[in-house]
C-alpha cells in the first residue's frame, strides 16, 4: 500500500500546478484576443505624434509665446479674445467655407456621374478609370502649377481656346472659382474611387428584376441605384467637407503665397500659418487652430450624430 500510496502522490499534486498553468495562459490569450499588443505600436505613435503636439498646441494657446520658444508667459483666454473679435479670423474662415459649399456638391455629382459612365461603358474600361483617377496621384504643387499656367491670362490656353480675356487669379470675381476648378480636376478621382467600388457591389440581380416589371433607366437609378448608395455618398460628403475646410496647397501655390486679389483667397489654415511664421504669434496661432480643431470636431461629430439618427429611423 505504500508503494501504491507513493505512487499516486505526484499525481494529486499536478492538477494545481496544471490550472495554475493553464489560467495564465487564458489571462495570457484574453490578452491577445483583446488586440492589446497589436494596437500598442499604432498607440505609442499616435500619442507622441498627435496627442502630445494638440496638448502642447494646446497649452500655447493661453500663453503670447513667440516663434524662439522663449519667454512663454501665461495669459489665459485673452488669445482666445482676440482671434474672436478679428474681422481678418472671420474673413478667412468664411473663405474656407465658400471654397467649401463651391467644391462639394461639384465633387459629389461629377464624382457619381464618372462613376456611372466608367461602370457603364463596355470598352476599353481601365482607360477610363485610369483617365479619371490619374489627377489624383498628382502631388498638389505640380496640379496648383499646371493650372496656373493654363490660367494665366496671356498664355494660358484656357483664354486662348474659349476666345477669353479673363484674369481668372487676379481678379477678385474669379480667383476663388480657378482654385475650384483645379481642385475638381485634381481631387474627383479619389470621390470616383469610392463609388465605382460601391456601384460594383450592387446585387445585378435587383436590376433585372426591376427590368422584369418594367421599370426604366431613370426609375431603376432612382430606386436603385441612389438608395444603394446612400451611405457611401454620406462617408464622400463627409470626407470632402473636411478636406475642402482645410483647403490651403493649391490656394497658396497658385497665389504665390498671397493672400490673392483684395485678400479674396486667404483661408483659414493659410491664416493661421501667417499669424504663427510671418507675426511670430505662436500663442495667437495655436489658440487659432484650437477654435479651427473644434469647428472640425463639430462638424464631423454632426455628421455622425445625423447618420445614427437616420439609421434608427429606418429601424
Given at each position: 500500500?505504500?508503494t501504491?500510496g507513493?505512487?499516486?502522490?505526484?499525481p494529486?499534486a499536478?492538477?494545481?500546478?496544471?490550472?495554475?498553468t493553464?489560467?495564465?495562459?487564458?489571462?495570457?490569450?484574453r490578452?491577445?484576443?483583446?488586440?492589446?499588443?497589436?494596437?500598442?505600436?499604432f498607440l505609442?505613435?499616435?500619442?507622441l505624434?498627435?496627442l502630445?503636439?494638440?496638448?502642447?498646441g494646446?497649452?500655447?494657446?493661453f500663453?503670447d509665446?513667440?516663434i524662439?520658444?522663449?519667454g512663454?508667459r501665461?495669459v489665459g483666454l485673452?488669445?482666445?479674445?482676440?482671434a474672436?473679435?478679428t474681422?481678418?479670423?472671420?474673413?478667412?474662415l468664411?473663405?474656407?467655407a465658400?471654397?467649401?459649399?463651391l467644391?462639394?456638391?461639384?465633387i459629389?455629382?461629377l464624382?457619381?456621374?464618372?462613376a456611372?459612365?466608367?461602370h457603364?461603358?463596355?470598352?476599353?474600361?481601365?482607360?477610363w478609370?485610369?483617365?479619371?483617377?490619374?489627377?489624383f496621384?498628382?502631388?498638389?504643387t505640380?496640379?496648383?502649377?499646371l493650372w496656373?499656367w493654363?490660367?494665366?491670362?496671356?498664355?494660358?490656353?484656357i483664354?486662348?481656346?474659349f476666345?477669353?480675356?479673363?484674369?481668372?487669379?487676379?481678379?477678385?470675381?474669379?480667383?476663388?472659382?480657378?482654385?475650384?476648378?483645379t481642385?475638381?480636376?485634381?481631387?474627383v478621382?479619389f470621390?470616383?474611387?469610392l463609388?465605382?467600388?460601391?456601384?460594383?457591389n450592387?446585387p445585378?440581380?435587383?436590376?433585372?428584376?426591376?427590368a422584369?416589371?418594367?421599370?426604366g433607366?431613370?426609375q431603376?437609378m432612382v430606386?436603385i441605384?441612389?438608395p444603394?448608395?446612400?451611405?457611401?455618398t454620406?462617408?464622400?460628403?463627409t470626407?470632402?467637407?473636411?478636406?475642402?475646410?482645410?483647403?490651403?496647397?493649391q490656394?497658396?501655390?497658385?497665389?504665390?503665397?498671397?493672400?490673392g486679389?483684395e485678400?479674396?483667397t486667404?483661408?483659414?489654415v493659410?491664416?493661421t500659418?501667417?499669424?504663427g511664421?510671418t507675426s511670430?504669434r505662436?500663442?495667437?496661432?495655436?489658440?487659432?487652430?484650437i477654435?479651427?480643431?473644434v469647428?472640425i470636431?463639430?462638424?464631423?461629430?454632426?455628421?455622425m450624430?445625423l447618420?445614427r439618427?437616420?439609421e434608427e429611423g429606418a429601424?
Amino acid at each position: 500500500m505504500s508503494t501504491v500510496g507513493t505512487a499516486l502522490r505526484p499525481p494529486a499534486a499536478r492538477p494545481a500546478a496544471t490550472a495554475h498553468t493553464d489560467s495564465a495562459r487564458t489571462r495570457l490569450a484574453r490578452r491577445f484576443q483583446h488586440g492589446g499588443w497589436f494596437v500598442a505600436p499604432f498607440l505609442v505613435l499616435f500619442a507622441l505624434f498627435v496627442l502630445l503636439p494638440i496638448g502642447r498646441g494646446l497649452w500655447l494657446s493661453f500663453t503670447d509665446a513667440n516663434i524662439s520658444g522663449t519667454g512663454e508667459r501665461f495669459v489665459g483666454l485673452d488669445n482666445y479674445r482676440e482671434a474672436l473679435g478679428t474681422p481678418l479670423m472671420w474673413e478667412s474662415l468664411g473663405h474656407s467655407a465658400y471654397f467649401t459649399l463651391l467644391v462639394v456638391p461639384c465633387i459629389v455629382v461629377l464624382a457619381f456621374l464618372l462613376a456611372m459612365l466608367a461602370h457603364h461603358i463596355e470598352r476599353a474600361k481601365w482607360l477610363w478609370r485610369l483617365c479619371f483617377f490619374a489627377p489624383f496621384l498628382l502631388p498638389s504643387t505640380v496640379a496648383a502649377n499646371l493650372w496656373q499656367w493654363l490660367f494665366n491670362p496671356g498664355t494660358g490656353m484656357i483664354n486662348h481656346v474659349f476666345g477669353l480675356d479673363t484674369p481668372w487669379l487676379t481678379d477678385k470675381s474669379t480667383a476663388m472659382l480657378a482654385v475650384v476648378i483645379t481642385t475638381l480636376w485634381w481631387t474627383v478621382g479619389f470621390s470616383f474611387l469610392l463609388f465605382l467600388a460601391a456601384l460594383q457591389n450592387i446585387p445585378r440581380h435587383l436590376y433585372e428584376a426591376a427590368a422584369l416589371d418594367g421599370a426604366g433607366a431613370w426609375q431603376r437609378m432612382v430606386h436603385i441605384t441612389l438608395p444603394m448608395l446612400r451611405t457611401i455618398t454620406g462617408l464622400v460628403i463627409t470626407l470632402q467637407v473636411l478636406a475642402s475646410l482645410q483647403v490651403f496647397d493649391q490656394v497658396v501655390v497658385m497665389q504665390d503665397f498671397g493672400p490673392g486679389p483684395e485678400e479674396s483667397t486667404r483661408t483659414f489654415v493659410q491664416y493661421t500659418l501667417e499669424e504663427g511664421f510671418t507675426s511670430y504669434r505662436v500663442g495667437f496661432a495655436s489658440a487659432i487652430s484650437i477654435i479651427f480643431f473644434v469647428l472640425i470636431a463639430a462638424v464631423a461629430l454632426g455628421r455622425m450624430w445625423l447618420l445614427r439618427e437616420r439609421e434608427e429611423g429606418a429601424r
